[in-house]
């Protein structure tokens, strides 16, 4: 029996407002992973600061922030035996002319603009997922996850709700 890990990837501005690479992204997120809850929003700079808080020394945090407020975010919790590896193999480098170069096929070597317009976040531990999730998800609950919800999402019966974009109970 191996769980359902859960990771947080959030679609970046620039990627949300281009349907072609926001049509492709969500495609192989929707035939990877089970899609536990999504939400769109739009920060301020506070809140995307605090997000990004580990980055505050960074010569980038100020761009960052601005970017990262400039416009509607995809929020996707994602769940898989693997989800915060999985999805980070998806998206390539961070950097992205590494990205263009080492693995052009992945979604930073496809839609990256710039190292920081680099289409979207992904957790990079179980710890960070974690904190990630309950910094956007504050009403979710890990005790619930484990106890009940993983073993649906596991082993159904779910079915995929393209409106909400997200896998819902079948009832
Ligand atoms: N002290 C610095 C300054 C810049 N850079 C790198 O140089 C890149 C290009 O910088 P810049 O031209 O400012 O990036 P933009 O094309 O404007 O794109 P963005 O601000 O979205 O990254 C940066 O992203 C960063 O990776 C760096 O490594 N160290
Ligand atoms: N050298 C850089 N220049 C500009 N922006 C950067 C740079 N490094 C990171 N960033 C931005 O900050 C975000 C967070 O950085 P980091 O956590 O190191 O990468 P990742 O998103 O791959 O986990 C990156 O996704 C990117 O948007
Ligand atoms: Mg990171």
Request: aromatic fraction near 14%; proline fraction near 4%.
């Amino acid at each position: 029996m191996c769980k359902l890990q859960l990771s947080l990837a959030i679609i970046k501005p620039h990627a949300v407002k281009n349907p072609v690479a926001l049509s492709y992204i969500r495609n192989v997120i929707k035939n990877k992973f089970v899609v536990v809850k999504t939400k769109r929003v739009t920060l301020d700079q506070e809140t995307a600061g605090n997000f990004y808080i580990e980055h505050e020394e960074k010569f980038f945090f100020n761009r960052l922030v601005t970017f990262m407020s400039s416009g509607y975010i995809d929020l996707h919790v994602l769940g898989h035996r693997n989800a915060i590896q999985l999805w980070r193999t998806m998206l390539g480098p961070t950097k992205v002319f590494k990205a263009q170069f080492e693995d052009p096929y992945s979604l930073r070597g496809m839609f990256g603009l710039s190292d920081t317009r680099n289409v979207a976040h992904g957790s990079d531990s179980i710890a960070s997922a974690e904190r990630e999730i309950k910094f956007f998800f504050p009403d979710f609950s890990f005790y619930e996850w484990h106890t009940n919800t993983e073993q649906l999402y596991r082993k159904g019966p779910i079915i995929f709700n393209k409106h909400l974009f997200q896998h819902v109970r079948k009832l």
